[in-house]
């Protein structure tokens, strides 16, 4: 299943705006904090966050990392598998 970045990015955005936070407030929830244009490049879909920031993202945004890549609830692959599978290029 390929990961659609402007999708994830339109969610990521959410949980963002959710949070009512700056791209550079929202910035400092990863280790090492990322940069504001960082996280605009997800939001616009222009790249992923790695693996460690994705399930970051999921956490903040009340979500499993299956839901966050594919917006699917019914997924049943364990979410290493599809980490391993769509963003480990």
């Known amino acids: 299943m390929e990961v659609d970045k402007k999708e994830v990015g339109k ?10 936070e700056t791209t550079a407030e929202f910035a400092e ?3 090492p904090p990322a ?10 879909g222009v790249n992923l966050p790695n693996n460690e920031r994705i399930e970051v993202l ?12 594919y917006c699917n609830k019914n997924i049943h692959e364990p979410p290493e598998a599809i980490l391993k599978e ?4």
């Open 11 to 20: 969610r990521i955005k959410s949980i963002r705006i959710k949070l009512k």
């Open 29 to 31: 929830h990863f280790t």
């Open 35 to 44: 940069s504001n244009s960082l996280v605009s490049r997800w939001e616009r």
């Open 58 to 69: 999921s956490k903040l945004g009340n979500m499993s990392v299956e839901e966050l890549l």
């Open 86 to 89: 769509d963003l480990s290029t």
